[in-house]
């Protein structure tokens, strides 16, 4: 059987499809790709929460693009932000939109 392109997408997303069996990163770099895709290195927690152990992370891409994972699972998935999201959503923070996500 051979394979065609729409078969090759039809796995696109997947770990096999990505090399995370065989380790080698093949450089697609999509939205909720296993954060350990983008190595393991570069990776930065602005903020914690107040026990220090569960930090949202982030990692500049050599694109400019953002990636976003949770500390507490490296291996996880990792959301990918434009620039543009980026301040969009950091701008709406500073205007007080996001503190629903905080009370508690």
């Known amino acids: ?7 090759a ?28 895709d983008l190595g393991e290195h570069g990776w930065e927690s602005p903020w914690s929460g107040p026990n220090g152990g569960q ?4 990692k500049q891409l050599s694109d ?6 949770q500390s507490t699972d ?14 969009a959503f950091v701008a709406g923070v500073k205007r007080g939109l996001a503190d629903h996500l905080a009370a508690g």
Do not use: D, F, W
């Open 1 to 7: 059987m051979s394979t065609s392109k729409s078969s």
């Open 64 to 69: 400019g693009r953002v990636a976003v994972r």
């Open 9 to 36: 997408r039809s796995v696109r997303g997947t770990h096999a499809a990505h090399g995370a069996h065989s380790g080698v990163h093949t450089g697609a770099v999509y939205n909720g790709m296993p954060a350990l």
């Open 55 to 58: 930090c949202v992370q982030t």
């Open 74 to 87: 490296p291996a996880g998935p990792a959301l990918i932000y434009t620039p543009q999201e980026m301040a």
